[in-house]
């Protein structure tokens, strides 16, 4: 069981730019949350997503958008990057809401 | 809203030695779930422990302990006979049971050092 993994480890964009960032869950897992961690901080929720609709979330602004695809794994897009989006950005799936959920080792995000 | 607040930046401790980490959390609901993750430099979240908020016994894994005063809204984490290979970096999160989200609500975290 490969767990779950996120592409690419690391990324330098520039200011202004728009990035995809990449999610396959853990073998079995149905749902797919993102979350945003900025340096020496915990992550913060940005969204959720289920049946390929996106069932929660955080407070961030729209141009953070994301997908689900049938096979459940997820793509987070942000546009318009400003330097403030330089973080780690954390997939976790999960068995429905309420079970363990599993984290990927992040994508780095550096904005320039 | 809810919040989970981690009032210790940075720990220490002996190896082979106790360390207890602190978390406080506020919500207004009687269902829900609490955790402690571990994040080594690999930076890969590492679930610890997890508590319910329903279950007055308190979770222990292996060398790994919880305190959940519920009144008090305190879950702190006790980590006994510490390894080179607890120093990470450590979070309390939680998960409501009732509004049917997975999201997950983080403190700040707590750096955990453990000198040889």
């Known amino acids: 069981d490969a767990g779950v993994t996120q592409s690419p480890t690391h990324l330098i964009k520039t200011r202004g730019q728009q990035v995809t960032l990449r999610c396959s869950p853990k073998?079995?897992?149905?749902?797919v949350s993102w979350y945003q961690q900025a340096l020496g901080q915990g992550p913060q929720f940005i969204f959720q997503?289920?049946?390929?609709?996106?069932?929660q979330r955080g407070n961030f602004p729209d141009r953070f958008s994301g997908h689900q695809f049938p096979n459940y794994s997820s793509e987070l897009n942000v546009n318009a990057l400003l330097l403030g989006d330089s973080a780690l950005y954390l997939c976790?799936?999960?068995?429905?809401?309420?079970?363990?959920?599993?984290f990927g080792q992040g994508t780095r995000l550096t904005v320039v | 809203a809810q919040t989970v607040t981690q009032s210790q930046p940075e720990m220490s401790v002996q190896e082979a030695e106790t360390v207890t980490l602190s978390c406080t959390y506020d919500?207004?609901?009687?269902?829900?779930?609490l955790f402690w993750y571990k994040q080594p430099p690999s930076r890969q979240m590492i679930l610890v422990i997890r508590?319910?908020?329903?279950?007055?016994q308190n979770a222990t894994e292996n060398r790994f302990s919880v305190n959940f005063q519920k009144a008090a809204k305190s879950f702190s984490l006790k980590i006994s006979d510490s390894q080179l290979g607890d120093a990470a970096m450590y979070f309390c999160?939680?998960?409501?049971?009732?509004?049917?989200?997975?999201?997950?609500?983080f403190g700040q975290g707590t750096t955990l050092q453990v000198k040889p």
């Open positions: 508590q319910e908020a329903y279950k007055q």
């Open positions: 919500t207004s609901e009687s269902d829900y779930y």
């Open positions: 073998s079995g897992h149905d749902t």
């Open positions: 997503y289920y049946e390929e609709e996106e069932r």
């Open positions: 976790a799936s999960s068995l429905g809401i309420q079970t363990e959920a599993f």
């Open positions: 999160a939680y998960n409501s049971g009732s509004s049917n989200t997975g999201k997950l609500i």
